[in-house]
């Protein structure tokens, strides 16, 4: 089996971009891989994305003149991105290929005006339980049992935001103080519109070959994925929780680490302020209930010993679902690289990237998949 190495990434700028077709966003965050990986050969390209039309992908593809090798499209909601990565590494470790692209594309301000619409065969969404709604619920649950406060709810946004003054892809770089977030309109109580991540237009890309063993080439250590399991009144923890906490166990145990204490840099789904307690919680960043802690008092800021989200996360540069998670790959490379400037994790050698991804349903999450780079 071979090591797998990223060669390259790149991105385009996030934001509402509806004057930019998928062309020119696929283009960006394409030509950007190319560049740092010296070369623009392929021999097969997985793409994700969600609300993309049937064909898009060879369309879009075809246009950059990426033509006549294996394209596959993948769909899993929030997770298309990184799902796609994590075929692209599975094709060059086993051999299939020498050199994939690995593409996550998606443009939100033409498909909506506001918040997503549920489809038709939701019906948790479409009776008003859209993932808001649970989201809300599950911080309204973390104020009753006294496990976060509204101030350590907010000190996540802030925190984001305050890292994202150092990444030019996010849109969303204004300093923020926990005052201003908790005044900002109730979206889904207690969650107000600066804890939620705003829909985006966007592109991320990465190149995959085998390893060369230079110095300072950064490695895939380990992948994993998890579908979610039912989640009903027997399950102790709010949702998404369980998910994570497990997919946690799989990528740990598959790259040889013992403990979530040796990773440097976190890249995590904050698609609400509430998610990236969750999710820190369940990493095992924070113990169960100081999750909010942890952001308030800057454990998981910049400078703090377990730095998360040094991008801005998608609270600052919003959420093209398909781009998010090759965007998260993409900046755990540079901080690997040490090529993330102002943002910069100082020593960073091992970087997570966790994309959850999923409909409200009976299923805790739909999937979760998780990425450990290292640099060599």
């Given at each position: 089996m071979n090591r797998v190495a990223v060669h390259g990434v790149g991105m385009s700028r996030f934001g509402r971009?509806?004057?930019?077709?998928l062309l020119a966003l696929a283009y960006e965050a394409i030509a950007g891989a190319f560049d740092e990986a010296g070369s623009d050969a392929v021999d097969a390209v997985w793409v994700g994305t969600v609300f993309g039309a049937p064909g898009v992908a060879q369309r879009v593809l075809r246009s950059l003149g990426i033509t006549e090798v294996p394209i596959i499209t993948v769909e899993n909601a929030c997770a298309s991105g990184t799902t796609a990565f994590i075929e692209a590494h599975e094709a060059i470790r086993t051999g299939r290929y020498g050199r994939v692209l690995a593409l996550g594309v998606e443009q939100m301000s033409t498909a909506f005006s506001g918040p997503i619409v549920p489809e038709t065969?939701?019906?948790?969404?479409?009776?008003?339980?859209?993932?808001?709604?649970?989201?809300?619920?599950?911080?309204?649950?973390?104020?009753?049992d006294g496990a976060v406060t509204p101030e350590q709810l907010a000190a996540v946004s802030v925190k984001n935001r305050n890292h994202a003054q150092g990444n030019p892809r996010a849109?969303?770089?204004e300093r923020l103080t926990v005052e201003e977030v908790l005044a900002s309109r109730m979206i889904a109580e207690p969650l107000t519109l600066l804890q939620c991540c705003p829909t985006s237009d966007g592109a991320a890309a990465a190149i995959l070959a085998p390893a060369t063993g230079a110095a300072g080439e950064v490695t895939v250590r380990a992948t994993t994925m998890r579908s979610g399991r039912v989640w009903d009144q027997t399950s102790p923890n709010v949702w998404g929780h369980d998910i994570v906490r497990d997919a946690?166990?799989?990528?740990?145990?598959?790259?040889?680490?013992?403990?979530?204490?040796?990773?440097?840099?976190?890249e995590v789904h904050d698609a609400f302020t509430i998610?990236?307690?969750?999710?820190?919680?369940?990493?095992?960043?924070?113990?169960?209930?100081?999750?909010?802690?942890?952001?308030a008092t800057g454990r998981t800021a910049l400078g703090g010993d377990m730095p998360v989200?040094?991008?801005?996360?998608?609270?600052?540069?919003?959420?093209?679902?398909?781009?998010?998670g090759l965007a998260q790959v993409a900046e755990v490379t540079w901080q690997l690289r040490g090529q993330a400037g102002s943002r910069q994790v100082e020593s960073a050698r091992l970087g997570l990237v966790e994309t959850m991804g999923g409909g409200?349903?009976?299923?805790?999450?739909n999937a979760c998949a998780m990425t450990i780079l290292e640099a060599s």
């Open positions: 971009q509806p004057g930019r077709d065969t939701d019906p948790e969404g479409l009776s008003g339980l859209a993932l808001p709604a649970l989201y809300g619920m599950s911080a309204a649950r973390y104020l009753h849109p969303f770089r946690t166990v799989d990528v740990l145990d598959a790259a040889a680490i013992g403990s979530i204490d040796d990773i440097d840099v976190f998610g990236e307690i969750v999710t820190t919680e369940a990493l095992g960043i924070a113990a169960p209930g100081e999750g909010g802690a942890a952001a989200n040094p991008s801005g996360g998608l609270l600052s540069r919003g959420h093209p679902l398909g781009a998010t409200v349903s009976v299923l805790d999450g």
